[in-house]
């Protein structure tokens, strides 16, 4: 009953004292409003990232030219000078080596126009070849119609699986199975549409077209850098397979003994982490964003408690003079700073969750909550109350009640 009666006066005081109270509030809501936006959008990007970078799969991974991540300007100049990887590369390497289940090869070109009819897609599609290992190596699930064969790739028919986006803009009102689309001077009939993957980072996944490999060196060459997905027969011998892989591209590349590799080995493990190692320092900022506006709004915390001892110096005498232990006084005091802590971190985080998801909507990702984070925030404005409030709180119950009672 004790610490219920004192959580109505501290909502009274809040009430009394509008503007000192309001001040103290928002450097407390700000504090966590910093923290809890940062980690609900870093959560909600690193929850989108890691489902796209699981869709590699735990037993593929993908050889290219450059590393997946590339920090700072000189880092693509530092990998331009390698050779490109070719498909002919990538045929070699499918018949020097055993242990991969596929060895997937895959060229691409971007910023495409799709025609069909009078209808057209902006210049953003992205238009990819794959012989017929790439395609089962890839995560994409048709929706309707059906897969690239092994006719498809030997007799270079022109067919083609698009995208759930491009079906909107060139088949909105019809079946797009049969019909021919136009990408440049290449005409392509539509064999299948892709499951809808929705976007990352603000960038469709839903707007491409697939063809067969042999078709893509048809109309744009085979002179342009190429990606292999490699398929291990199982997780436990994925280690393996990428050393006789790494090897056998050492000698198909003829790469010098005793320096590296000229390509780059990616999984999705690595992808996560690296991912991980650069949302840590956005995860930091916030931190110490946080501490600081915490730290100020704890000072505010014990500033209006010192002022409510002040202001009740004679309540408390009168309390004191008819029984009323320290103990009590002193945990009256402490759970007003607590609350006067809570409510403010509480509208802090409602607020960073909404704002961070806003955030998250703006970049095309899920929305979460960080439950963690939540319950954290919680802990972190409750130990502020304490820190702050045991101060005032103990000056309160040390206050000599004759002094007290004659404090106007």
């Not at 799969?57 to 290219?64: A, C, E, M, R, S």
């Not at 070699?92 to 971007?110: D, H, I, R, Y």
């Not at 986006?165 to 892709?194: A, D, H």
């Not at 056998?248 to 005793?258: N, Y």
Request: overall charge neutral.
């Amino acid at each position: 009953m004790q610490i219920w009666q004192s959580i109505i006066m501290a909502l009274d005081s809040l009430k009394t004292n509008k503007l000192r109270s309001s001040l103290t509030l928002l450097g407390i809501g700000i504090g966590l409003f910093s923290i809890i936006i940062v980690m609900t959008a870093i959560g909600a990007v690193q929850q989108s990232v890691e489902d796209v970078f699981n869709s590699i799969g735990t037993t593929n991974f993908i050889i290219q030219k450059y590393p997946a991540i590339r920090m700072g300007p000189g880092s693509r100049a530092q990998y331009r000078n390698r050779k490109d990887l070719t498909i002919a590369d990538g045929e070699k390497l499918k018949e020097l080596t055993t242990s991969p289940v596929a060895v997937g090869v895959g060229l691409a070109k971007s910023s495409k126009i799709v025609k069909y009819e009078n209808l057209s897609t902006n210049p953003d599609v992205f238009v990819y070849g794959g012989n017929f290992d790439q395609f089962i190596t890839m995560d994409l699930e048709i929706e309707e119609g059906r897969g690239f064969n092994m006719q498809d790739m030997e007799y270079v028919r022109n067919v083609c699986i698009i995208g759930a986006e491009v079906r909107e803009k060139l088949f909105p009102s019809i079946e797009p199975f049969g019909q021919k689309i136009k990408i440049e001077n290449m005409t392509l009939e539509v064999i299948g549409v892709y499951v809808k993957r929705g976007s990352i980072l603000g960038q469709s996944r839903d707007n491409l077209v697939t063809i067969p490999l042999p078709l893509y060196t048809k109309y744009y060459g085979d002179n342009s850098n190429a990606s292999y997905t490699v398929v291990a027969s199982s997780k436990d011998n994925i280690q393996s397979t990428m050393d006789e892989v790494t090897s056998a591209l050492r000698v198909i590349r003829k790469v010098p003994l005793g320096e590296d590799n000229d390509f780059e080995i990616v999984t999705n493990d690595q992808l996560i982490e690296q991912f991980n190692d650069i949302t840590k320092y956005f995860k930091i900022g916030a931190g110490i964003i946080s501490f600081i506006a915490l730290v100020a709004a704890g000072v505010g915390i014990m500033n209006i408690m010192l002022v409510s001892v002040t202001e009740r110096t004679r309540e408390i005498g009168i309390r004191k003079a008819v029984g009323a232990k320290k103990h009590i006084i002193r945990s009256q005091f402490l759970v007003e700073a607590i609350v006067l802590s809570q409510v403010g971190g509480l509208m802090g985080i409602l607020l960073g969750v909404i704002g961070g998801n806003i955030v998250a909507a703006f970049l095309g990702v899920s929305a979460i909550v960080p439950v963690e984070w939540i319950i954290l925030g919680i802990f972190v404005t409750t130990l502020v109350g304490v820190t702050f409030g045991v101060y005032p709180a103990v000056k309160a119950s040390n206050l000599d009640p004759i002094e007290a009672l004659r404090y106007e």
